[in-house]
């Protein structure tokens, strides 16, 4: 050891940018599920860890997507979350759903995910309207060695998960290959007597994707680095079903999913005062799906389905980190971004669609007093569809004693339709390229949805006792709402499957207002609890002009937020490594948009015992998951029979 | 008459001539035996060492003594031939003069305490007992206890990731911990083991991880995954230098260049007083700073004391 071992210079590993705003100081709601929660959850599937969000609510819709919704309007294309791993935004230009299942990324190189509650378009552009979710992944650095996870369990519950960290000195890398396999809900339904039994019959959704996943990290110098991240991955999906209802054969049983991106960012630390970051990104999801269906017997005749659907997303953008006071600081960027989507049957044309969008932002954070911090910005966009758009936001956050601070906020965003809302022309075609059946029609041209949101929080964190508390009072003002008018639009259309055609249109607006709270605890070292409660009132009024039939718009939206929703995880650490879990989630009742169901109210609950020990230098870690023990619930659609079962894992790292 | 004032006048004069002269004389020998030449000699011309150098020669302007600076490349005995003391600035520096057959007293400075008790004492070996002494790096793990509960009066249990080598200092650093009613958890590196597992079992059991000088934890390469995985589980690190602090921890306890220079200055001048050098014994530096990372103080949700108050209350206590 020398003096130098004192004296040289380390690389700035916790710069503004890569620590995270404290609950207490963010000018908004924010959830943060770490290692910990994840772990104690047992979940292997992202999207179920937006359980442990207030407010949310999380199924799998079949079709191999998962539909999410906060303090409702959850749909099968959860189109109102802006998306984000590392940085990269990866919800769909098509439909605005978010690509979870084909997403190259295992829950094992997670290292938190942060949710924002409630909009935060100054800071993340359109898109981020009923909230953002921000998944910050490990770095090379952090998992080096070998690691390997394998699951298996019932419900065709299978996982293996190899995962290499090398490199040294100033380069690191981590690759990750895993192969998981779900076959989520029943296949057998009999149930469903109410509409005739047409539901009744086989399904067949069940999942096979196979990624691999890499990131280099370069730490150029004491005050540079660099990083690249690669992922692709291939699914082999079953889907379809075998019904009553003869229409049933127009969904095909396979489909072929291929995803791939290359992500780069250069990173530099000016001084402890400005810090900027430069990324740029390339993001490809290709969809397959074909289907022969024959309705002769319907007098329709074979129907050649063909789902194709291409979606890219290019993307740069800059951020700039700044502090130019002790009590004021900044942020601000901008961002190009080019997205194209291909889709014969979504469009009936061949055509590439594509559109450029660009966008700038600067945001303030000022404490004029040591008690008081007062923060403020905005977004100027421009959108291919919609044009320029500002969505500001402000908020002032007031400390009572240290650790115990009250916020008001106000925030204004909008959410751009997607390719498929503006654009939109689903058709059925036969095998002769006539076509069967128009279902969408293009809109007339959409304005952006807008959110007016007001909210009132308090967020207290009392240290001896080691809980963290934040309630929230909020109240959202919806307008020109996007939604689906269902029509006769194309008189000359015969309507030989769906006798009326949908339009996607700003059909109206809705009112939301209620209070969420979440809790973390953990008063010991061998105790961590979280939990949260989340209390909705939702209305909506039909409204626009030219609006023909939405009728279930009033009737629908206002249920599709359950009224009372809550969940509570709780991990114990005995002795001899030993840890045991328990995860319990409540939902009432709520209606699922566009092709969801009325889903019951229902609880879960899921146990997971494991063991931690040591073998031969390998951290062996054992666990036995139970999960949805209390019984069969629906997710989504009323058949969609969650059912109990129980799986294994292991993992072994060296 | 004759002029007895004359001549009681003249004998007046001689007398005071005589006793100017031998004033100037003893002024002229005690000067020679007092003003003296010290080398300061630096490892490499580094900035660190340079600092140290200046701080030492301007102290010295204001007394009979002057500061000559060398460089370890290329030393030979004539370079310090007419020195009376040597100060060696850096480890580089202090091999480079345990390398000559014979040399002046010796203070070594801005080396680590491990290496100067396991190394250099012996390498440096001298004849009087007060002819060899050292101002550490480190600074007492005493002081970096009180700055713990001090600075972090929630902190209990205090985490240390330790290589092999350093694991001699647990007992020493145990009980300054205890002193201030803290308990130690700490792990000690197995070679080619891999820095995360010790590092999480230490940060599942501890409330603050508390860095040590040690290459083979915290160096360059390492302190990513050191610092993403303390922030991870919320834990706050006390470092040992600026860079450390402004890489990611919660605050550092160090004492620079220029600070440590400051004490040589002093200790040289006081040493120099007498006929023969005589240093005080090896010591810990006892001017000191503390640095804040406001940021990561912000997000993990740490208000701490100002950077100045902490120093005032080490310092009352030292």
């Known amino acids: 050891m020398t003096e130098s071992d004192f004296l040289d210079d380390l690389p700035v590993v916790l710069s503004a940018s890569r620590l995270s705003q404290p609950v207490s100081e963010a000018p908004v709601a924010v959830t943060v599920i770490d290692q910990e929660m994840i772990h104690a959850s047992g979940f292997r599937d992202i999207p179920d860890l937006l359980r442990l969000v207030p407010g949310f609510s999380v199924a799998y819709t079949r079709d191999n997507t998962w539909a999410a919704g906060y303090h409702g309007l959850g749909d099968a294309f959860s189109r109102r979350f802006q998306v984000l791993v590392d940085g990269r935004s990866i919800y769909s230009p098509h439909y605005g759903a978010v690509n979870w299942t084909d997403l190259p990324l295992s829950i094992d190189d997670i290292e938190r995910i942060e949710v924002v509650r409630g909009p935060d378009a100054a800071i993340y552009g359109a898109n981020a309207f009923a909230a953002v979710i921000n998944i910050i992944t490990k770095t090379a650095a952090q998992v080096a060695g070998e690691f390997v996870s394998l699951q298996l369990g019932e419900q065709g519950m299978r996982g293996a998960t190899v995962r290499h960290g090398g490199g040294d000195g100033a380069l690191r890398y981590r690759l990750t290959a895993s192969t998981q396999q779900r076959d989520r809900f029943e296949r057998d339904i009999t149930n469903k007597i109410a509409d005739g039994a047409g539901d009744n019959g086989q399904y067949f959704e069940a999942s096979k994707t196979t990624f691999l996943n890499g990131r280099m990290d370069w730490q150029l110098s004491a005050n540079s680095d660099a990083m690249a991240q690669f992922g692709l991955s291939q699914g082999d999906w079953s889907a379809g079903k075998q019904v009553n209802d003869p229409k049933g054969i127009l969904e095909p049983r396979t489909q072929d999913s291929r995803a791939m991106y290359l992500q780069l960012a250069y990173h530099k630390v000016e001084s402890a005062r400005r810090e900027w970051r430069l990324q740029a990104y390339y993001a490809q999801n290709r969809f397959d799906a074909n289907a022969l269906a024959d309705l002769t017997a319907l007098g329709i005749g074979a129907v050649n389905v063909d789902q194709y659907l291409l979606q890219t997303r290019s993307n740069i953008e800059l951020q700039v980190n700044e502090q130019w006071r002790p009590n004021l600081r900044g942020v601000w960027g901008g961002e190009v971004r080019q997205e194209t989507v291909t889709s014969p049957q979504n469009y009936n044309s061949g055509r590439e669609w594509s559109g450029e969008l660009a966008r700038v932002f600067g945001n303030l954070e000022w404490r004029p007093h040591e008690r008081v911090l007062l923060q403020g910005g905005a977004m100027l966009e421009h959108h291919y569809f919609t044009g320029i758009d500002i969505s500001p936001r402000a908020a002032a956050n007031f400390t009572l004693t240290p650790g115990h601070v009250i916020r008001l906020g106000i925030s204004r965003a909008y959410r751009s339709p997607t390719f498929f809302e503006e654009k939109g022309n689903q058709v059925y075609v036969l095998q002769s390229g006539a076509v069967a059946d128009v279902v969408t029609v293009p809109s007339d041209g959409l304005a952006p949805e807008r959110v007016l949101s007001r909210e009132i929080a308090y967020v207290g964190f009392w240290r001896p006792a080691r809980l963290e508390m934040d309630v929230r009072l909020f109240q959202d003002k919806i307008d020109d709402f996007i939604g689906q008018d269902k029509y006769d639009f194309a008189p000359s259309d015969d309507g030989g499957i769906r006798p009326n055609e949908f339009k996607y249109a700003n059909i109206g607006s809705a009112r939301s207002h209620g209070g969420e709270i979440q809790l973390r605890w953990r008063p010991v070292h061998a105790l961590d609890l979280s939990a949260h409660y989340s209390r909705v009132f939702l209305e909506a009024h039909f409204g626009g002009a030219g609006i023909h039939n939405v009728i279930n718009f009033n009737k629908d939206v206002p249920v599709s937020a359950p009224r009372n929703t809550w969940g509570l995880l709780a991990s114990y650490r005995l002795d001899h490594g030993w840890e045991a879990s328990m995860g319990v989630w409540r939902s009432d009742a709520m209606k699922w948009l566009s092709e969801g169901d009325l889903t019951a109210a229902y609880n879960r609950m899921d146990l997971r015992v494991a063991r931690r020990w040591k073998w031969l230098g390998r951290d062996i870690e054992a666990s036995v998951i139970g999960q949805s023990l209390l019984g069969n619930y629906q997710e989504f659609r009323d058949t969609n029979i969650f059912s109990r079962r129980v799986y294994g894992s292991l993992s072994l790292g060296w | ?318």
Request: charged share 20%; glycine share 6%; net charge positive.
């Open chain 2, 1 to 318: 008459m004759t002029f007895p004032g004359r001549a009681t006048r003249w004998r007046a004069l001689q007398r005071i001539v005589r006793l100017g002269v031998a004033c100037v004389c003893l002024a002229i020998v005690s000067s020679q035996a007092v003003a003296a030449r010290v080398a300061v000699l630096l490892s490499d011309d580094a900035t660190p060492y340079q600092e140290v150098y200046q701080v030492i020669r301007a102290y010295l302007d204001d007394t009979p003594h002057e500061a000559v600076r060398v460089y370890a490349e290329g030393l030979t005995p004539a370079a310090l031939n007419d020195a009376r003391l040597v100060v060696a600035v850096g480890v580089g520096a202090a091999e480079a003069l345990a390398a000559l057959p014979e040399r002046p007293p010796v203070l070594a400075i801005l080396v680590p305490r491990s290496w100067y008790l396991k190394t250099g004492r012996a390498r440096l070996g001298s004849s009087s007992r007060r002819g060899l002494s050292a101002i550490y790096l480190d600074q007492p793990f005493e002081r970096q206890a009180l700055l713990i509960r001090l600075a972090l009066p929630d902190v209990r249990r205090v985490g240390v990731l330790l290589s092999a080598e350093q694991s001699s200092m647990v007992n020493e650093l145990d009980s300054a911990l205890r002193a201030q009613g803290l308990s130690l958890v700490y792990a000690t590196l197995t070679p080619d083991e891999r820095l995360i597992t010790p590092l999480e079992a230490v940060l599942t059991e501890a409330d603050l991880l508390l860095a040590l000088p040690d290459p083979l934890v915290f160096n360059r390469n390492t302190a990513q995954s050191l610092f993403l995985t303390s922030y991870r589980y919320r834990d706050p690190v006390l470092g040992y230098s600026r860079s450390l602090t402004r890489a990611g921890a919660l605050l550092s306890l160090h004492s620079s260049p220029a600070q440590i220079g400051r004490q040589a200055a002093e200790w040289i001048s006081s040493a120099m007083q007498g006929g023969t050098v005589r240093l005080p014994p090896p010591a810990y530096p006892s001017y000191f700073s503390v640095s804040i990372n406001d940021q990561v103080a912000r997000s993990l949700g740490f208000i701490l004391p100002p950077e100045a108050d902490l120093e005032k209350r080490l310092e009352g206590r030292n």
